[in-house]
């Protein structure tokens, strides 16, 4: 079966700082023509780093869209034609003050793909060293440490609702278990 | 340490269909204003089900932020006013044609907290019996049976990207395998 859509026109709705929004007529596969919405994201990325001691390392920040905050794992966009595996490494450094010797790679996250093209990438690793915290200067967050075991039954209990972080420590826990990190 | 922000502002950009999309001002934890892109979403409902054979479903859709065809857990979005549980089976009746006695809810996800409201919830049920197929008019999906030790090890190896169904696949083989479901 031949599930392909093909674009017809895309029309620019909104161009922000962060996110573009377009919105498209596309054929579907029996030929009609329908609307479809698309957010535009530069692409982002996550790492789940343990300390020595194996805890996990979170951020808690407020979430605008959600007025609230949210425990998360350390994250950020990327910059414009940044490398995803530099722009982790710099948003660790930058979030937490740790670096690492060397990352697992643990693939692509889709967020939400009914709509959005956000590509985010997941490593983790064991935290080497400590450097300086360098936060943007309209970035406010306090990092916490939090068991890997207690990490695991927060998500089990659907206490980590963000997505990249609920996969993180579950993928992260994972790999710990099978003595792959 | 007080990482509150308050709404100072808000412009709608872009109404579409699915999303609507915001530019607020807000004002940041140090009294400082800043813009804020905010995608609103109705929100979004999904389902691990699992057959007798210990079969996850999956359906198989394209994408069209991602151009590509993506292996999901069966979802959908909330009609306006309605029950996100009484959602999530209305979506796993169209999309699967299938339906279970009971349900284990799992918690809310979202998907991508920086710039977007939307929360989807998730489920795990063992199906129970079988009903007709309603699949919507631009909608054109394949429905698919994995085995959860082969899905489970898929989301190892970081092929399943779409965010809810590496979740939901992760969660349900943890409930499976401490008896939970």
Do not use: N
């Amino acid at each position: 079966m031949d599930l392909r859509e093909e674009q017809v026109s895309c029309e620019y709705k909104f161009k922000g700082r962060i996110i573009k929004v377009r919105l498209d007529q596309a054929r579907l596969p029996d030929g009609k023509i329908a609307g479809r919405e698309v957010v535009e994201h530069p692409g982002g990325v996550t790492v789940a780093a343990l300390t020595d001691e194996g805890e996990l390392l979170f951020v808690r920040q407020f979430r605008y869209p959600y007025m609230q905050e949210m425990l998360e794992l350390p994250a950020g966009k990327l910059e414009p034609g940044e490398d995803p595996f530099e722009a982790m490494k710099r948003e660790q450094r930058e979030e937490t003050g740790t670096f690492a010797e060397t990352y697992t790679y643990l693939g692509e996250i889709y967020p939400s793909p009914g709509y959005c093209g956000e590509i985010l990438r997941l490593w983790a690793c064991r935290i080497s060293g400590a450097c300086e915290m360098d936060l943007d200067e309209d970035e406010f967050l306090e990092v916490l440490k939090i068991p890997l075991e207690e990490a695991y039954q927060m998500a089990l209990r659907g206490e980590l609702p963000d997505a990249k972080t609920q996969i993180g420590v579950l993928r992260t826990y994972a790999l710990v278990k099978d003595g792959k990190i």
